[in-house]
């Protein structure tokens, strides 16, 4: 029985769609600035609700980007997932060509699909009965399409194209689905990560469970009221490293693995025993000990029960020191499936350029957090190794581990 190959698996294409940039550069921008995306949504009617501030994505232009089909017969976030696929492809620089001609994946997380369109077509029955509801619209809300979209968009034959609809966890249980495939050569490319729009049912939703804060998100801090939401696509471009080696592509960093679980404790309270034992499993898949974790990217959504929960179970993994723990959801907001994709690219880019990006909105930290959230202003950092925590209602969990990537040359000059 042959042996199963297990290829180094590395980042060489960054996609973001995001309330605080369009494109890595800007996204990049935004995060070290501390950049806030807290405004007004104009998504949808807000008549009614006492405050209805999120982090709405107000400059994208479809168009842009999407060039196989026309953007009006995709929803909302099947135009989100495109344009970071196609962000990413190019960021990759490899040629399409090339991507059509080997096996590929396409793994995108979702929360809400293509919830937005659900939105106006209950306007629309309500407004003028249900005889006069678009089809149009009807034939573009199954949530597969924010997958199937991407194939179709680069003509890919050689693909398997997924839909993984596990809430707030989606895009890091998409980044492990790729992780995987590339590892055990099924496939030469793999583009992964998470989309979702704004939509009336997710902001309702969580508003009736009061956890929509007034004005902005604030992570850890002792007076946080709660998350706003927000919308967006990231999507990475995963190959192997000897793939990327041999077209010559630059490599941002390096998945070294990824943990997952569901307990299915509670509907919407998340259970510390769970999470910690997520990152536990996630640390052994990578192969690395808590202590060589340089920060922690948090699930950090802001609410009371989420950052006390999440902290108390970074403690009982890492210990009374735990690493720099920060939540970029206070400046995009909580994105729902695209929320730990768009923070794995926060993660890579951190890994790259040597910095932690900030918490932003903190006044002061909660004495039952108790972690080091990076607060207002992002700080320079020689990182080797990060952690990426995805946590979702239901009790999904998803942690994944990037390191840095230094070439055999770099390493040996080091030596030397």
């Known amino acids: 029985m042959s042996e199963i190959p297990a290829n180094r698996v590395v980042i060489t294409g960054l996609g973001a769609v995001s309330s605080i940039g369009m494109g890595t550069a800007e996204f990049l921008a935004g995060l070290r600035s501390g950049r806030s995306a807290a405004k007004p949504i104009t998504a949808f009617d807000t008549t009614g609700y006492e405050h209805a501030n999120g982090c709405e994505i107000t400059d994208f232009e479809p168009e842009r980007w999407i060039r196989s089909v026309s953007g009006d017969e995709l929803g909302r976030a099947s135009q989100f997932s495109v344009a970071a696929a196609r962000m990413a492809v190019a ?4 040629p399409e060509d090339d991507l059509r001609a080997g096996k590929s994946l396409v793994s995108i997380g979702t929360t809400d699909g293509e919830s937005r369109d659900l939105d106006h077509l209950v306007e ?5 009965g249900a005889e006069h509801m678009d089809p149009g619209v009807a034939g573009r809300v199954p949530a597969g399409r924010l997958s199937a979209a991407i194939a179709r968009e680069f003509r890919l034959s ?3 194209a997924v839909t ?14 790729g992780y995987d495939a590339i590892r055990t050569g099924e496939v030469d490319f793999a583009l992964c990560g998470g989309a979702d729009a704004l939509c009336r049912k997710t902001f309702t939703g969580f508003y009736r469970l009061g956890t929509i804060a007034p004005e902005r998100c604030q992570p850890f801090d002792v007076d946080r009221k709660g998350i706003l939401t927000g919308e967006g696509a990231g999507v990475l471009l995963l190959e192997s490293l000897e793939s990327a080696r041999s077209r010559g592509a ?10 997952l679980n569901c307990d299915a404790y509670h509907p ?6 769970s999470v910690a034992q997520c990152m536990r499993l996630a640390l052994e898949n990578a192969g690395v000990k808590s202590g060589e974790v340089d920060f922690i990217s948090a699930h950090g959504t802001g609410t009371k029960a989420n950052d006390v929960t999440e902290a108390r179970a970074i403690r009982q993994v890492f210990g009374d020191a735990p690493p720099r723990t920060v939540s970029i959801k206070s400046m995009i907001g909580h994105s729902m499936g695209a929320a730990s994709a768009l923070a794995s690219i926060a993660c890579s880019l951190a890994l790259t350029e040597g910095f932690i990006p900030p918490t932003i909105n903190h006044v002061q930290t909660d004495p039952e957090c108790d972690v080091d959230c990076v607060p ?22 998803s942690v994944v581990i990037f390191g840095r990537y230094e070439a055999p040359e770099a390493r040996r000059a080091d030596a030397s």
Not at 251 to 256: P, R, S
Not at 376 to 397: C, H, S, T
């Open 91 to 94: 960021d990759a620089g490899l």
């Open 124 to 128: 629309t029955e309500v407004r003028q």
């Open 158 to 160: 050689r693909v398997e």
């Open 164 to 177: 993984l609809p596990t809430a707030c966890a989606a895009g890091n249980y998409a980044i492990g689905y």
């Open 250 to 259: 630059a490599i941002y960093a390096e998945v070294l693995g990824y943990g």
């Open 268 to 273: 919407v309270a998340p259970n510390q025993d």
């Open 376 to 397: 207002n202003e992002a700080i320079p950092a020689d990182l080797r190794i990060v952690q990426n925590n995805g946590l979702a209602f239901g009790g999904n969990n």
